[in-house]
């Protein structure tokens, strides 16, 4: 874990790379789509039933999938061609997605379609993640990784940062049930594009015999469990988006109670715009950062600034004041979140690459997220909103903690056994 600057090769610019860019271009085009139906579902699912519940069921169908199918996807996807496996799940989402507007048109559109199609949409996108985390390393190598999970992280941050703010439009437009059909072209657009990446990685080749189901999962999380500095990387990651599901969960609450930014006023959305447009931020500044330290060594910088910043929003009572520090806390976000995703494709073999990321993802989106926001909604019920935020703070806080002590132990045991 100690911070070995050593010089960098000179690697060719990403957008020469056709494969890359082709991969870029699918994850763009179906963010977009998808970025539209992140609005549309609830709206749509809203307008037939008229119930929080089940609107509170679409929104978790994003995270649940990592519970239940996160360990499988990681198998599968080192046992397959990666390529072939994700423009099958494109054609699978298109597919699913497009039935709702298909049923629609034959009048026996249910509320029940729509909430499986938003569970059974986002398990086939955990699918393709699942795929894109060993594909990306074999599209650019391993150096090249700083740069291309950027690029990637900072698309999907625009896309979803536009797609969200022209939904509302699209569905006056067109209906709840015509957005849908837009992400449904999306991820058949998504799917010629991944067509057209020539010499597309397949999985790792095996030695020996494959082992069994069962076994191939315990190989993924025997390498997560049994490597020291991924470990730790995957405890912090999981604070990290437990600190993210508080964050967003509590906005709005916050913005009503204490920046006095009441029902429509458009300064909320302002407020989730500053949140995102920070990791464009981060996905600019990771990749120089990469150049000078390495990943542990970035993250006990990165983590303490992060918490001030959580700390500057909470104690916030200005909105301006408010937008430039969440802006600014979005940017270390982002920064922990690509640099320990990179860090994991870095260090863990190819043919480990889909369950041993699919396995972190599952630990840091399907149990941070939710946990998270559920905590953050108890503890501003209990002891008022800035209690409440202020869990995401120490989330953040207790992650800088576990990083520093791992590196003074560190050092303290190189300094007794020299």
């Given at each position: 874990m100690t911070d070995t600057t050593l010089p960098?090769?000179?690697?060719?610019?990403?957008?020469?790379n056709s494969g890359f860019r082709n991969f870029w271009f699918s994850r763009a085009v179906s963010g977009l789509g998808s970025a539209v139906t992140t609005v549309a579902l609830p709206v749509l699912v809203f307008q037939q039933s008229r119930s929080p519940l089940l609107v509170s069921l679409v929104a978790a169908a994003g995270t649940l999938p990592y519970l239940a199918f996160g360990l499988i996807a990681g198998a599968v996807a080192d046992r397959v061609d990666r390529r072939t496996l994700m423009i099958v799940?494109?054609?699978?989402?298109?597919?699913?997605?497009?039935?709702?507007?298909?049923?629609?048109?034959l009048h026996v559109l249910?509320?029940?379609?729509?909430?499986?199609?938003?569970?059974?949409?986002?398990?086939?996108?955990?699918f393709f993640d699942a795929g894109g985390y060993g594909f990306v390393p074999a599209l650019v190598g391993k150096d090249g990784l700083p740069d291309a999970n950027s690029a990637l992280y900072g698309a999907e941050t625009v896309v979803r940062i536009i797609g969200n703010g022209v939904a509302g439009v699209l569905i006056a437009l067109v209906h709840p049930v015509g957005t849908l059909t837009l992400d449904a072209l999306s991820f058949a657009g998504s799917a010629l594009f991944l067509r057209a990446v020539a010499n597309?990685?397949?999985?790792a080749a095996a030695s020996g015999p494959r082992p069994g189901f069962r076994d191939s999962v315990g190989e993924g999380l025997r390498f997560l469990a049994g490597h020291p500095t991924l470990r730790v990387m995957t405890v912090v990651g999981t604070l990290q988006s437990f600190s993210g599901g508080a964050i967003v969960g509590q906005l709005v609450v916050f913005a009503d109670r204490v920046l006095g930014i009441h029902g429509t006023d458009g300064r909320i959305g302002?407020?989730?715009?500053?949140?995102?447009?920070?990791?464009?931020g981060g996905s600019l500044l990771l990749p120089r950062l990469r150049r000078r330290y390495d990943a542990f060594p970035l993250l006990l910088l990165v983590l303490p600034v992060g918490a001030l910043l959580g700390l500057v929003v909470v104690l916030s009572t200005d909105w301006r004041i408010a937008l430039v520090a969440l802006a600014a806390w979005g940017t270390?976000?982002?920064?922990?979140?690509?640099?320990?995703?990179?860090?994991?494709?870095?260090?863990?073999?190819?043919?480990?690459?889909?369950?041993?990321?699919?396995?972190?993802?599952?630990?840091?989106?399907g149990l941070g997220v939710p946990l998270g926001a559920l905590a953050a909604s108890a503890v501003t019920v209990s002891a008022g909103i800035r209690a409440g935020m202020a869990t995401?703070?120490?989330?953040?806080?207790?992650?800088?903690?576990?990083?520093?002590?791992?590196r003074l132990r560190g050092l303290a045991g190189t300094a007794g056994g020299a």
């Open positions: 960098v090769p000179q690697l060719p610019p990403l957008r020469r799940t494109d054609c699978l989402s298109a597919l699913c997605l497009g039935s709702v507007p298909l049923a629609q048109a249910t509320v029940g379609h729509v909430v499986v199609v938003a569970f059974v949409s986002s398990s086939l996108s955990l597309s990685p397949a999985r302002l407020l989730y715009m500053a949140w995102s447009a920070g990791g464009i270390a976000y982002l920064v922990v979140l690509v640099n320990t995703m990179t860090y994991s494709q870095e260090v863990t073999p190819a043919e480990l690459q889909g369950r041993v990321n699919t396995t972190r993802r599952m630990l840091s989106s995401a703070v120490a989330s953040i806080t207790l992650a800088a903690i576990v990083v520093w002590v791992v």
